[in-house]
């Protein structure tokens, strides 16, 4: 089979090219250019894209970089801004995969006459009575199942994920085993488009106004501090938000930028029981759910599932089986099977 391997200059997608060509396969790696700023994190510096070339020849393979740095801007980079401007918090990495790994890198694979296309993500392929599957990786610690959710099953059926039955220590291992200048490279962590020296705050400062507003207490109404960047303020966090004077931990209940107030409230005061969907984004793997389905429902890379139910009437939406933290607009939620809580069944965007 002829294989282009998505290599990030990282340990995982190193381990996964020499395992498809351990396997017989014709291995061909790919590097994607994504950022053209300053970088100092994530996974497009220079470094990385060294890192990949020099596995890649380690191997014994042809290597190639795609220039992608227009689409991630308008895919990726532009929504990021115009979320944080609207009072939402997108995710990029999942809006990554979704329109430049899993889109244009799968049309460039096709185009060029390759039978499938591989990444180092800690997921797995199954193949159940005929159909592909989206499932967790071996390692619960690392598996990245959710920022795969927007996969369906025309991808998944040209989708190989070599390392998603291992865990983290064994594909460490196994790239010094074969000689990988990788094998003890930490884990990229951050936003690649955002200087880890500089932060999110100078980033988007550097291209939309940051506006101050009022925190406002959610019960009482009365204003117990001020912010002066409301953009940078998520639905759930407690980070930078004082306590109350009972002394109980405050966390944000709503972001209101045309109004400048951000409301916050103890935790019993904000907890939520269901969340709107955006009717646009939601997305099935396989054939779509029924309004009354119930699902396992994640919300962050490594959140806890938890049981719920996806409605519709006018717009989807989920209803919880247990309150919940709130959950900021612009986030991804993934469904899971309820039978098989390692089966990714679709994914949507969380609506205002």
Request: charged share 25%.
């Amino acid at each position: 089979m002829k294989v282009l391997v998505a290599m990030s200059g990282g340990v995982d997608s190193s381990v996964a090219a020499a395992l498809l060509g351990e396997a017989g396969h014709e291995v061909v790696g790919a590097t994607l250019k994504l950022w053209g700023g300053a970088s100092d994190s994530g996974c497009c510096s220079v470094a990385d894209v060294d890192d990949a070339r020099r596995v890649a020849q380690t191997l014994g393979i042809d290597h190639h970089v795609f220039n992608y740095t227009e689409e991630f801007e308008t895919h990726v980079v532009a929504p990021f801004v115009e979320g944080h401007a609207r009072g939402m918090s997108p995710n990029p990495c999942i809006e990554c995969n979704r329109h430049i790994k899993f889109d244009l890198l799968f049309e460039r694979a096709e185009r060029l006459g390759f039978d499938a296309v591989a990444t180092g993500h800690h997921a797995q392929v199954q193949w159940r009575d005929g159909e592909a599957l989206l499932t967790r990786g071996a390692d619960s610690a690392k598996d990245q199942s959710y920022v795969l959710g927007y996969l369906q099953s025309a991808q998944l059926e040209r989708l190989l994920l070599p390392i998603g039955g291992m865990n983290k220590s064994e594909v460490r291992a196994h790239a010094e085993r074969v000689g990988l200048r990788t094998w003890d490279k930490p884990d990229s962590q951050d936003v690649c488009f955002i200087e880890a020296s500089q932060g999110r705050e100078v980033f988007l400062r550097s291209r939309i106004p940051l506006s101050s507003a009022e925190l406002v207490d959610r019960v009482s109404g009365e204003v117990v501090g001020h912010t002066d960047a409301a953009e940078l303020m998520t639905v759930g966090q407690r980070r930078g938000v004082l306590p109350g004077r009972d002394g109980e931990r405050r966390f944000v209940a709503q972001v209101d930028l045309a109004a400048g107030r951000v409301v916050v409230g103890r935790l019993d005061d904000v907890m939520v029981t269901s969340l709107r969907l955006n009717e646009d984004s939601v997305t099935f793997a396989r054939d779509a759910l029924s309004p009354g389905a119930d699902v396992w429902a994640q919300w962050s890379a490594h959140g806890q599932p938890r049981q719920a139910t996806l409605r519709y009437d006018v717009d989807w939406s989920l209803d919880l089986a247990e309150a919940a933290r709130p959950v900021a607009a612009g986030q991804t939620v993934v469904f899971y099977s309820l039978n098989d809580p390692t089966v990714v069944e679709g994914a949507a965007l969380v609506a205002r």
